[in-house]
């Protein structure tokens, strides 16, 4: 039986390692991401080629954290609000019934369009980083009179 620190850990690193993954196309080509998020008509002109520079950065050092175990409560917290931020942009394009590209993996032309799976996909995210962030430690038995476990 898994104690709560090995699921903690196994959903960090999961966790962490996704959040890399999602940076590293984004890092090797932030002009075609620039224009995926251009195409969410959700920012200013003006403010998308800093976050499409700044964004994947900010996904891969939280995602080390995470997998490191460096700071991870902090990543996890800064995970989890992007998340919440994906979720809501996401959800408003698909009632707009936008048909663009997610971007959220990978940035190839042939990438799947937003779709309601997207949602679900980051909502399982968000849980998992709201189980690493809320999840207390499990401590071993100690007798409080002999301290024996």
Same mark, same amino acid.
């Given at each position: =039986?898994? %104690?709560?620190?090995?699921? /903690? @850990?196994?959903? /960090?690193? #999961?966790?962490?390692?996704?959040?890399?993954?999602?940076?590293? +196309? %984004? $890092?090797?080509?932030?002009?075609?991401?620039?224009?995926?998020?251009?195409?969410?008509?959700?920012?200013?002109?003006? =403010?998308?080629?800093?976050?499409?520079?700044?964004?994947?950065?900010?996904?891969?050092?939280?995602?080390?954290?995470?997998?490191?175990? $460096?700071?991870?409560?902090?990543?996890?917290?800064?995970?989890?609000?992007? $998340?919440?931020?994906? =979720?809501?942009?996401? #959800?408003?394009?698909?009632? /707009?019934? $936008? +048909?663009?590209?997610?971007?959220?993996? @990978?940035?190839?032309? +042939?990438?799947? /369009?937003?779709?309601?799976?997207?949602?679900?996909? +980051?909502?399982?995210?968000?849980? =998992?980083?709201?189980?690493?962030?809320? #999840?207390?430690?499990?401590?071993?038995?100690?007798?409080?009179?002999?301290?024996?476990?």
């Amino acid at each position: =039986m898994f %104690k709560k620190d090995s699921i /903690r @850990t196994i959903l /960090r690193i #999961a966790l962490g390692a996704v959040f890399v993954w999602a940076s590293l +196309d %984004k $890092l090797l080509d932030p002009q075609g991401f620039a224009g995926i998020i251009h195409n969410y008509k959700i920012l200013p002109p003006q =403010m998308v080629n800093l976050v499409a520079v700044a964004l994947p950065w900010v996904e891969l050092v939280c995602g080390i954290l995470l997998v490191t175990g $460096l700071l991870y409560r902090g990543g996890v917290l800064i995970i989890n609000c992007l $998340l919440i931020a994906f =979720m809501t942009i996401l #959800a408003y394009n698909l009632y /707009r019934g $936008l +048909d663009i590209q997610c971007g959220c993996f @990978t940035l190839s032309p +042939d990438a799947d /369009r937003i779709a309601a799976t997207d949602l679900m996909i +980051d909502g399982i995210l968000l849980i =998992m980083g709201v189980w690493i962030l809320f #999840a207390k430690k499990s401590f071993p038995y100690r007798s409080r009179t002999t301290g024996a476990k």
